[in-house]
């Protein structure tokens, strides 16, 4: 298996998952939705397939090509992953789909959940992410289809990307918020807490992933976790902003980050354990420390 067809790629995991492919030796080609976007994906090493996800020819045809297709553009677009894992029945190509853990989440408001999942473990799903575990259970499925179908599953992810894109989505919200206050920020009393992974680490596991997982496998991705009010103090400490946190309810969080941002990624517990990832694949993250990363961040 060498080339690899990614989708997201210029985005922060797609990105950094292709620059990892490259590293070990793969060719990778990358889809990308703008000409302008060209030139940037060429000079990192990728080939750069002009397209989107709902164009069903040109994704069949980007799929025909590889060996293997990583989708890391858009964990709800139902319909990509249908034409996809279509053009791959019977091919006993790999599929690797990326989800995201907030499918374990609930509307928490900043209240702490004990509540840890692991692959195993059957999920009492929100209403609003009912239709992301049915695509994950879809993918899965499809390795009675001669398709080799994994799902990654990352966690809150922080670190600077390898691609083009360089930040994630939810730490470098909480220190944008808290600038424009002048104090770190969480929503209700901030006891909600996330498993959260390093984008390096969680690169390297796309990789183990593509060269060892069985069909049919679904691995969480975390090495650590933080509530939101201890990453609210850790960016205090990072931009001498006091001890104190501030706290807004999910009204005002709706209007900063809309429904799915508020209740799911700011205001929810989504805590998951990757046992099975470091037995199964060898998986061993280099980075633990989300709170480290943003006391010692640079501007």
């Given amino acids: 298996m060498k080339t690899v067809f990614v989708t997201g790629v210029t985005g922060y995991i797609g990105g950094s998952v292709a620059i990892q492919l490259l590293k070990k030796g793969y060719q990778v080609s990358g889809l990308i939705r703008k ?3 060209e030139t940037q994906v060429k000079e990192l090493g990728i080939e750069p397939l002009l397209g989107s996800l709902e164009e069903v ?3 069949e045809e980007y799929i025909d090509r590889a060996d293997a297709v990583i989708n890391v553009a858009d964990a709800d677009n139902s319909f990509f992953v249908a034409t996809a894992l279509e053009r791959l029945k019977g091919t006993g190509k790999t599929f690797i789909h990326t989800s995201g853990s907030s499918i ?3 509307r928490d408001n900043g209240e702490r959940s004990d509540k840890i999942y692991d692959e195993d473990m059957e999920i009492d799903a929100a209403l609003e992410k009912i239709g992301r575990i049915a695509i994950n259970k879809s993918v899965l499925a499809h390795s009675s289809q001669n398709v080799r179908t994994i799902v990654i599953v990352p966690t809150m992810i ?3 990307g390898l691609g083009v894109k360089k930040d994630s989505i939810q730490a470098p919200k909480m220190v944008e918020l808290a600038k424009a206050k002048g104090i ?3 929503i209700g009393k901030g006891e909600n807490i996330w498993s959260n992974v390093h984008i390096q680490d969680l690169a390297a596991l796309y990789v183990l992933a593509l060269e060892n997982a069985e ?3 679904i691995f969480f991705a975390e090495n650590g976790s933080a509530s939101f009010k201890e990453i609210a103090v850790a960016i205090n400490k990072r931009f001498n902003f ?3 946190t501030a706290s807004i309810d999910i009204d005002e969080a709706i209007k900063l980050w809309n429904p799915e941002g508020a209740h799911f990624a700011f205001g929810s517990n989504s805590r998951v354990k990757s046992d099975k990832a470091r037995k199964i694949l060898g998986w061993a993250p280099k980075y633990n420390s989300l709170l480290h990363f943003l006391e010692t961040l640079e501007e």
């Fill in 242 to 244: 006091g001890e104190e």
């Fill in 35 to 37: 000409k302008s976007e």
């Fill in 215 to 217: 069909a049919g496998s």
């Fill in 57 to 59: 020819h040109a994704i």
């Fill in 104 to 106: 374990v989440a609930h």
């Fill in 158 to 160: 922080y670190g600077h």
């Fill in 184 to 186: 770190g920020t969480h």
